[in-house]
């Protein structure tokens, strides 16, 4: 369950900034909740560089399991910010492509998860905010939007906050285990489906995505489905 402690996140990632809203009217009811989806999306822009360069950074250290993580989460993130941006769209305004704020550039095992922690929970503070604008301006489909969100979230702060925690505990012990470990991303590619056998050029590939650790168990998403793509 999430912590209840309280957390101080410096600048609260910016929830209030000017963001895009396209044609829409701020003062209509689809201009209130377009603005809260823009905000929420420059949300998952920021998140997804910030995880981004971490993975690189827990890479580089041979910390192969938590990159592989972060990695996995910062993809969770792409999916939110693009499921915000459809939902802009579908109401006519227009997807920001501005994160909310700098990311953190050089952090370490040992800086990464409390910070990551608190945006998570940060975040969830403010989803829950702009779940209630939807609801206040009857719009159901984003108010379903923000809670499937907010529940991927949740994950993502429960698994921070436990590596945060043992970094704490056990230090060096605790990261002695993780070092050297492999850093698999989720991408597997075959060269050819099994009992197919075709020319190099037209090898088929099959991309299969596994989500042993990520979150799409809460949400049918289109990766997460094996597909053969058409080669060239
Ligand atoms: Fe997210
Ligand atoms: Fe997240």
């Known amino acids: 369950m999430r912590n209840a402690?309280?957390?101080?996140?410096?600048?609260?990632?910016?929830?209030?900034?000017?963001?895009?809203?396209?044609?829409?009217?701020?003062?209509?009811?689809?201009?209130?909740?377009?603005?809260v989806l823009n905000k929420a999306r420059g949300?998952?822009?920021?998140?997804?560089?910030?995880?981004?360069?971490?993975?690189?950074?827990?890479?580089?250290s041979d910390y192969g399991d938590m990159a592989a993580k972060v990695k996995l989460i910062a993809i969770d993130e792409m999916r939110h910010a693009e499921m915000?941006?459809?939902?802009?769209k579908e109401l006519g305004g227009e997807p920001t492509i501005e994160p909310v704020g700098k990311p953190e550039k050089g952090q370490n095992a040992r800086t990464i998860f409390s910070f990551d922690a608190k945006l998570e929970d940060d975040t969830i503070d403010a989803y829950n905010q702009f779940l209630l604008v939807?609801?206040?301006?009857?719009?159901?489909?984003?108010?379903?939007?923000?809670?499937?969100?907010?529940?991927?979230e949740q994950i993502h702060f429960n698994y921070f906050d436990n590596v945060h925690e043992h970094i704490e505990k056990l230090g060096d012990t605790y990261l002695a285990q993780i070092a050297g470990t492999p850093s698999t991303t989720v991408c597997r590619r075959k060269a050819s489906l099994p009992g197919k056998a075709l020319p190099v050029?037209?090898?088929v590939r099959e991309?299969?995505?596994?989500?042993?650790?990520a979150t799409t168990s809460v949400l049918p998403v289109r990766s997460q489905q094996k597909w053969v793509p058409a080669v060239p």
């Open 201 to 203: 050029h037209k090898a």
């Open 134 to 152: 939807c609801r206040d301006n009857g719009d159901s489909t984003s108010v379903k939007t923000f809670e499937a969100i907010i529940d991927e």
């Open 43 to 60: 949300m998952e822009l920021y998140a997804i560089i910030q995880y981004m360069n971490q993975h690189y950074n827990l890479d580089n």
């Open 207 to 213: 991309i299969v995505v596994d989500r042993s650790f």
């Open 84 to 88: 915000f941006a459809e939902r802009i």
């Open 5 to 35: 402690r309280q957390h101080s996140y410096p600048d609260r990632r910016e929830t209030n900034r000017e963001v895009h809203h396209g044609t829409n009217d701020q003062g209509t009811k689809e201009g209130k909740v377009i603005e």
